[in-house]
Each structure stands twice: as structure tokens, then as C-alpha cells.
């Protein structure tokens, strides 16, 4: 009898399935939700607007049909689909006494952020390779980087990003959530929900860190160490190209520190403080998206003729009309 008792509660708990998570949100203050409200609702729209923008003008522009500015292209897809996934339902629930999600949307959540945050890690490695072999060995760009290795390497970046999700939800799916259904945030994410767990989650909670904060961190190591050696490398060029070269380095770095910090701090940082965590969440999920289109066109030129060209089109095909 003494050896069946300590069964019996796991068993109990087996039983009693959490249907449903709370968020506590952001803040309880109103002035500090009308705030959020209108600061996430300004930068959701202008992410999703400068983002598409982007994907319609290197769409529609030949001139923009090379390996670099279709990377770009699936970048700004990625970031149109990652800042859907959490500030919609954010910002629906900012004025809400009780914000609630489903086991379900839960799952989804953690499934669509991994997977385009793990295709667009290997989708900023693709963009360093794409700047080293132009700017290294610029007579063998076209051939290095021809139509068939760009296709190559965006189903590849997808097909990763995929796997990298559905290992992560090996973790979470099968655990036994049994009472507590609080997260302190706005969405959810791994390291908040295993922690609700009805187990020790000691071993889980540094496989996680595991796969996501030392891969995320190994890659942005490696991303700026390959960016100094493209931009050691250019010291060597004529100072016309170097300057349009560089430009256009500062621009991916400075995307690329934007993307992987978030990242650190959430799967690597032992343990994060919630003001912090939150903050740094609302920047992952709202302005960082926003921030990689102005950044990309602001600083390339190329970009902004196009831009010009695709309305002027547009604006002689109303004209018809």
C-alpha cells in the first residue's frame, strides 16, 4: 500500500487538464493601456504597411530581382507574419478585465513564433554569406549566387525554422498542466509556460535554453564575426564601393543586434526581470518589425528609386483609369 500512494497523485493529475491560460498583460494602469494602445496599434499598422511594401516593390520591380533584395523580400514576409502572431490579440486585450487564451492558441502562438524566428535566423546567416561573396568575390557573385541557390536556400531557411518549432513543441505539448493557468505576460512563449508545469522542470527548462538561447547565441556570434571579416575585407576596396558597401553592412548589423537581443535575454539570461521581460517582448513584438523595413530603405538608395518607380506606375495606372 506505502509503494502505490505516491502514484496516485500523478494520476489525479493526469486527469485535470488546463482548457485555458490567464494573462496578466501589461499594466493596470489606463493612461499607461491608452498609451500601449496607441503606441502598438501606430507600429502594428506601420510594420505590416512598410513590410508589404517592401515585398511589393522588389515583386514589382526588375531591377530588384537579385539574391539580395528577394532575402529581403522573404525577411519582410517573415516579419509580417511575426508581428501578427502576438500584437493583434495585445492589443484587443489591453481594455480587457480578463485576458484569457486557449490551450490551442496557446500551441499556435509558440508554433508560429519559433518557426519564423527560426527561419529567419538562418535567413540573416543567407544575407552575411550574400554580402561576403558580393563585396569577396565579387566576379563570381552571379554564379555563386544564382537563381537556383537563392530558392535553394529560402526552402532550406523555412525547412529549419519548421523543424527548429516542432522540436520546441515536443517539449510543451505532452506536459501535464494540472492547476495553475496564470502567465505574466501578454502571449505565450516556452519559457513562461513550462514553468506551469506539474513537474520539476529543472532538466526541460535547460534543453530549452539549449536549443533556442546557446543556438541563437552561437549564431549571432557568428554573424559578427563574419560581418568583421567582410568589413576588414573592405578596407582593401576603392573608398567609392566600400562606402555604398558599408551602408548597406550597418544596415544588416544593425537588424541583426535588433533581432538576436530579445532573443539573449529571454532564452539565455538566467532570470529576467518582468518589467524588463515585458518591455524588451513589446519591442520583440511590435517595433522590431517596424524597425527592419525603415532601416533597410532609409539606407539604400536602390530601394528608394524603386519605391518611386512602383508608385509612379501605379499612379499612371489610376491616371488610365
Known sequence: ??????????????HSVVSEFVLLGLSNSREIKLFLFCFSSLFYVFSGMGNL???????????LHSPMYILLANLSVIDLIFCSIAAPKMICDLFRKRKVISFGGCIVQIFFSHAVGGTEMVLFIAMAFDRYVAICKPLHYLTIMNPRKCIFILVLSWTIGLIHSLSQLTFVVNLPFCGPNVLDSFYCDIPRLIKLACM???????????????????AFFLLILSYIFILATLQKHTLGGSSKALSTLSAHIIVV??????LTFFY???SPSTHMDKFLAIFDAVLTPFLNPVIYTVRNREMKMAMRRVFGQLMGCRRII
Open 1 to 14: 500500500m506505502s509503494v502505490s500512494l505516491p502514484n496516485k497523485p500523478i494520476k489525479r493529475t493526469n
Open 53 to 63: 511594401l517592401i515585398v511589393i516593390t522588389v515583386t514589382a520591380d526588375p531591377y
Open 200 to 218: 520539476d522542470t529543472y532538466e526541460l527548462e535547460f534543453m530549452v535554453t539549449a536549443n533556442s538561447g546557446f543556438i541563437s547565441l552561437g
Open 257 to 262: 543586434v535588433l533581432f538576436f537581443g530579445p
Open 268 to 270: 539565455v539570461w538566467p
